[in-house]
């Protein structure tokens, strides 16, 4: 296989996977911060190395503290007045 043919689908390949997480994040919020939490629960706990816990609170969503029937927006507060021109 050619180099400059490898480098494109490598290109391909990395903006299929930047898109597939772009709609992800934005069609199915709750699914992806359940995701986040099932990855990062394990690199948390005691006795994990200091990198490994480091990558895991990075990878952990923001603590939220909305109810059940929340959407995960994470913008429960009052909508900002809006400005007349």
Known sequence: MD??????????????????GFV????????????????AIPMVRDGQPGWLRALGRRIAPPASLGDD???GCDN??????RKHR
Do not use: D, E
Request: glycine share 6%.
């Open 3 to 20: 180099a400059g043919l490898l480098a494109q689908y490598l290109v391909i390949a990395l903006a299929v996977v930047i898109s597939a």
């Open 24 to 39: 992800a994040r934005r069609q199915f919020p709750n699914a992806v911060r359940r995701l986040r939490i099932a990855l």
């Open 69 to 71: 029937s929340c959407g």
């Open 76 to 81: 429960c507060g009052p909508a900002p007045p």
